[in-house]
């Protein structure tokens, strides 16, 4: 009796110990069997199901997005809005439109000429500059506003006004960014103004037809688009 009775004993704790483990495994699953997310032990130090992005991690906060020019190309000019970032040196960062005489001035390097330098000469002559505070400055300069460049509409048949001119553009492309045209506009007579001259007067359906290649000129800074 007695070692039956110790035999009972042994099999309802060892129950009892198991139903316990089985809650605490199930405790980090939902009713559908979807895990939980886990608790943070620290208020500071927040846990998440969504993996860090290193990128992301490693951009300065404020970093704006840049414009989608070829820094290798690219000529600055008045205006224009650039950010400058010193690898390990963030006390030189910073955001700088070019000034009417072409000039930026950045914390503990005074003034740099940036107007009719490429993004990538701009850096070139920042780490200069800078090699009377460091050692080995690397900076990175890119455009995060263009503003020197614009091409113009003119006429009661589109948006009238000034554009902005970041990326080399057809004619097409550019009737297009603008929201094509007014439903009374003349389409016939879309008129291309160069240097004040009238340069070309074009027919929409060439354009879209692609019969005249032509037609569908590259556009150049301070173009003027007329359609009436």
Not at 199 to 227: C, E, F, Q, R
């Amino acid at each position: 009796m007695k070692r039956s009775f110790l035999l009972e004993s042994i099999i309802l704790v060892a129950g009892t110990v198991g139903a316990a483990y089985g809650q605490t495994a199930g405790a980090s699953q939902t009713a559908s069997g979807q895990t939980q997310r886990p608790v943070s032990l620290s208020p500071a130090m927040p846990l998440t199901n969504t993996p860090a992005d290193p990128a992301k991690m490693a951009e300065p906060a404020g970093t704006k997005q840049a414009a989608a020019v070829d820094v290798s190309t690219f000529v600055l000019g008045v205006e224009d809005q650039i950010s400058v970032m010193m690898w390990d040196e963030p006390k030189f960062n910073g955001t700088y439109s070019i000034r009417p005489d072409g000039m930026i001035n950045m914390p503990l390097i005074g003034e740099i000429k940036a107007v009719g330098l490429t993004p990538m000469e701009l850096q070139e002559t920042i780490n200069k500059a800078a090699l009377s505070q460091l050692r080995t400055p690397r900076c990175t300069v890119n455009v995060v506003g263009v503003h020197s460049k614009r091409i113009y509409f003119d006429g009661e048949g589109i948006a009238d006004g000034a554009m902005d001119y970041a990326i080399p553009m057809h004619l097409l492309e550019a009737i297009s960014a603008r929201g094509g045209f007014r439903d009374f506009a003349d389409k016939k007579h879309i008129k291309i103004l160069r240097d004040g001259k009238l340069l070309m007067t074009v027919n929409y359906k060439d354009l879209t037809s692609g019969k005249k290649p032509d037609a569908n000129l590259l556009l150049l800074d301070k173009d003027h688009i007329i359609v009436n």
